[in-house]
């Protein structure tokens, strides 16, 4: 017995094929496309890594090529109460295309492969 996905599979959809193959003893996944490269072994590679009530605690936040209030507005209405609980002193930092509509401020930190490369050698102010 064998599973196959196609290219146009999203990475919910592999998963849950991969998981009830799995369940009936098959292991065998193909992917139609060579360019398809879902790594569905680790659970860590599609899920947050925190849950949604600690970040009603987070400290610092730091957004990576996302725009939460359209792609995810339960996180984003978790950090704008962390906000308010704080007396707006949560510092929420961006790193990829401005943020201009969210409901707390957003320190963009630039939006090329260069700020990307600072922020990983600890060479800018966020680090």
């Known amino acids: 017995m064998q599973s196959v996905i196609g290219h146009f599979s999203d990475l919910e959809t592999t998963?849950?094929?991969?998981?009830?193959f799995n369940d009936l003893g098959v292991?065998?996944?193909?992917?139609?496309d060579s360019l398809n490269t879902y790594i569905t072994d680790f659970r860590f590679s599609y899920l947050?890594?925190?849950t949604v009530v600690s970040l009603e605690q987070a400290s610092i936040v730091l957004l990576i090529g996302t725009n939460l209030r359209v792609e995810m507005p339960l996180?984003?209405?978790r950090l704008r109460k962390n906000y308010l609980l704080t007396n707006k002193q949560l510092p929420v930092y961006s790193l990829g295309l401005a943020i201009d509509h969210l409901?707390?401020?957003v320190i963009n930190l630039g939006n090329s492969i260069l700020s990307?490369?600072?922020?990983?050698?600890?060479?800018?102010?966020?680090?």
């Open 116 to 127: 990307l490369k600072n922020l990983l050698e600890g060479k800018n102010f966020f680090s």
């Open 75 to 77: 996180l984003n209405s």
């Open 48 to 50: 947050l890594n925190t």
């Open 15 to 20: 998963i849950a094929l991969k998981d009830f």
């Open 103 to 105: 409901t707390y401020p």
């Open 27 to 32: 292991s065998n996944l193909t992917y139609e």
